[in-house]
């Protein structure tokens, strides 16, 4: 699929309050994130994975919570990164925000 | 550096109009664009890159172009993606538009 257009395409729901809708190449996954459950009173529980992750907070407001880093205030526009293996997660600070995750490589347990 | 607030950080202009800021780990490379010289009367001349790409349109509307596939209008939300080396462009419709671009591997002629 070369394009994802937006309004055309059917979410998955994650959980309750958080859809994601995704593209891919080869070695490069892209994934935008609907969060509708905020704001969270506390971080998820970190988490990992062997893939690098750069996001791009589109709308919203989060704190990014990254292992062995000071946690960052991020709103739209900002972007966070994540290296391969370590633990990390957010906390949604407004009652809606938009993330686009994009890994290398592809979440396979996505598809 | 894991976070890129994007009011903190300089942009580099790629020439006038067209601005980047930019955030990487080691395989991956994600690139905010903001155009301010749309909307332009046809498409950019198509190029290539042994990266594979996905891009976000963050805001703003343009036509994708890509190599042996029809033209796309895409607007805020959507999102394409480029196989390594394949030829493609975009033709910008609106005054302004951001596009938030991923590579794999990253760009080193960026850094």
Redesign the interface.
């Known amino acids: ?7 055309e395409v059917k979410a998955t729901t994650v959980r309750e309050g958080v859809d994601r809708k995704l ?8 994934v ?1 994130i609907d969060f509708t459950n905020g704001p969270w009173a506390e971080p998820e529980p970190t988490h990992s994975h062997v893939h ?3 996001s ?1 907070v ?1 709308s919203g407001e989060i704190i ?1 919570v ?1 292992e062995g ?1 000071p946690n ?1 205030r ?1 709103k739209a ?8 293996g370590k633990q990390h997660g957010i906390q949604l600070l407004t009652p809606t925000a938009r993330l ?1 995750d ?3 490589p592809i979440r396979a347990e996505f598809l």
């Not at 593209?23 to 892209?30: D, K, P, Y």
């Not at 526009?77 to 391969?84: A, I, K, T």
């Open positions: 699929m070369a394009v994802l257009k937006f309004d593209i891919h190449t080869n070695n490069l996954m892209s935008v690098e992750q750069i791009y589109a990014f990254c880093e960052q991020l526009g900002d972007m966070f990164s994540v290296p391969s686009v994009n890994f290398n």
